[in-house]
């Protein structure tokens, strides 16, 4: 009986040993799990925050791109863009993404290009220009986008969707076609008088017996002609200059008084508005503008040898000098024929006529306001046109007024607002 | 399987945008080649409405294939049989753009250049705005844009009607020029039966909201129509 109370006695000693020791053990793992625990949401905590932050580096670097980058899953929904890819097709980012692309982007080659990559085996990008319509409405200002699409993989190599970047190549292909424009253009200019002395001299070799008055005739076709090709020479010579020179004339930029100039310019063109009975019209304040003189005159004489050109007999011309701010604004205003919207944002271009027949008739070179674009931006000004079919066209020059000091002062020059002489009127198109 | 059948109606979706695409730059090609007198540009005008073609009967197909297979009802069956009939519209609009870029050969093959009886560049523009509008109307289901759609129609009716009676006058002025009007008249009439068709996809976008048919004023006004009965489970 005592034997079997000490094996019970003993049995429960066990058990209790046996129990606080379990016990023990799972305080100390529920300890341990504790701070494993808290070990756990620590190293989650900071794997999120590197996801975050690496997020926001990709966000930062996607949007400050130029190039406009989109995803799209294999639902060929939009899952995100950048701000450029939002500005090029112009979409909201918050409407459109989570919709398909055939509902953002009403563009069949966009469409096709998607639908491609998406289906597409190969890794290889596929490549496409497209024509997009910059805002709705707007008829003229076409985007030329060079899209390329490449199929997304995981890290199994199955496909998960597609990213398409849009390269904005509007500029360069516009300055594309100046260039090509260019060399037709200067070929053509030199190739026209040309040929006209070319077929003189062959006459005049070939007919040795030609009377006095035809031979003078023709004598006169290759002087007129030759006078033309060495315009457009010199022309084209000032244009390189001013290219080339660009920067070394900053130094001779200072505050002039710009009446003296616009005084010289038209004083320069009497003649041609003479011939026309066109008023040369003078408005000028008193002030100083950031010019090298010489070359204002330049700019103004082919700006009023134009508006002359352009303008019909017995028409005003009027040349106006004021302080817009801080800028000196000039203009030259006619009342001739006015030019078409569609030509006023290429009259800069070398050799850009509106009508061809007509301005060569005219004899002009077709860089005239080339020139004139040049010395404005030479001069850190800008040159523009404003014009109105059948009123009239004007053309400004903004240049920065004189500095602070002397800007307003009348200086040497008093104001002038008074008529110079010949009338009138002209139109664009260069000179 | 409503999941299947939205899925189903997704692709559809996008295959009638995609022909809307199509469509619309078909439309402003061939006006482009009628104002550049660009016979490339017309010719692949013309090539181009191929697609258009064959697209249309993969979305028809597509659409009998939803109407066999998940016997859609209510907003769904309008869907899918608006989008039946918005894919002949489209399907039709192609079809004016190709005769506007043959047109646009024509006037190409013209030394004289003679002015056109109408304001070709508005009307041009107008009829490409009504066209986006009527697919913007059908992206969003957006009944506002689709009543404006309607609203535009008649202007275009109003520009080509008037345009009859100066074509008269320059044909009398010219008599030599009269081939070259009819061709412009031709232009005219095709944008005027674009922008007719536009008007008909912006009538289908209020069909599928509403379920009544809005064509011929209505004059069924009040009576139910079709499955529109049964109220809107989408």
Known sequence: MQNVLIILLALALVAAVLTAATLRRRLRRYKEGLTGQREHNRQLAERLTTVERRRSELEAVLSSMVEGVAAIDTEERLISLNRAAALMLSLDPKQAVGRSIQEVVRNASLQSLVTEALGSQANTPATRELNLRLSPGSSTDDLSIQAQAAPVRDAEGRRVGAVVVLHDVTRLRRLESVRRDFVANVSHEIKTPISAIKAAIETLIDDEQMPAPARKNFTGIIARQTERLDAIIEDLLSLTRLEQEGGTVSDEIEAHPVEPVIRAACETCHAKADAKSITLKIQAEPLRAQVVPTLLEQALVNLIDNAIKYSTDNTTVVISAERRNDDAVLTVTDEGRGIEPEHLPRVFERFYRTDRARSRQLGGTGLGLSIVKHIAETMNGKASVRSQLGKGSTFTLVFRTGKQDGALEPAADSEVAGIVRAPKPPTSESA | ?234
Do not use: W
């Not at chain 2, 078909?26 to 181009?48: F, H, K, M, P, W």
């Not at chain 2, 009527?134 to 520009?159: G, P």
């Open chain 2, 1 to 234: 399987m409503p999941i299947f059948l939205q899925r189903q109606i997704n692709t559809l979706k996008k295959m009638l945008l995609s022909l809307g695409a199509l469509c619309e730059e078909q439309v402003r090609g061939s006006l482009e080649a009628v104002v550049t007198r660009d016979v490339a540009l017309a010719q692949r005008i013309i090539e181009g409405d191929k697609k258009i073609d064959l697209l249309e009967i993969d979305i028809e197909e597509e659409c009998l294939h939803t109407l066999a297979l998940h016997q859609p009802v209510a907003f769904d069956l309008r869907y899918v049989v608006a989008v039946l009939k918005m894919n002949n519209d489209l399907e039709r609009i192609g079809d004016h753009a190709k005769s506007i870029a043959e047109q646009a050969k024509f006037l190409a093959g013209e030394g004289e250049v003679t002015e056109a009886p109408f304001d070709l560049n508005a009307m041009g523009r107008r009829v490409e705005q009504m066209l986006r509008h009527a697919l913007d109307a059908v992206v969003n289901i957006d009944v506002e844009l689709a009543h404006e759609v309607r609203v535009l129609d008649d202007e275009i009716d109003i520009m080509h009607a008037s345009m009859y009676g100066r074509a008269i006058e320059l044909m009398r002025e010219n008599p030599h020029q009269t081939e070259q009007m009819i061709h412009y008249i031709s232009v005219s009439r095709q944008l005027e039966r674009i922008a007719d068709h536009a008007c008909n996809i912006a009538k289908d976008v209020l069909y599928i909201t509403e379920g009544e048919i809005p064509r011929h004023g209505n004059i069924r006004r009040g009576s139910a129509v079709g499955s529109s009965a049964d109220g809107d489970n989408a």
